[in-house]
């Protein structure tokens, strides 16, 4: 869960947006994220999952199978 947390968090610096509070929980994340006017919503969450979803997968994936 750690590492998640983690990835989030450095996604969200990339983009440059604030993270004002979050919890992890089992099996999702809860967050509540200041974005400037001119991102979308959709397109920063887009982002968001997009990019996670492959980093924790590369994370989580052993190079044998």
């Known amino acids: 869960r750690r590492d998640i ?3 989030i968090k450095d996604l969200c ?3 440059g947006i604030e993270i004002i509070e979050g919890k992890a ?3 999702h994340i809860h967050i ?3 974005i400037p006017p001119k991102m979308s919503i959709s397109n920063f969450m887009g982002y968001l999952k997009g990019k996670s979803a492959v980093m924790i997968r590369l994370l989580y994936t052993s190079d044998a199978a």
Do not use: F, H
């Open 5 to 7: 947390v983690q990835i």
């Open 32 to 34: 509540l994220v200041k």
């Open 13 to 15: 610096k990339w983009k």
């Open 25 to 27: 929980m089992p099996d």
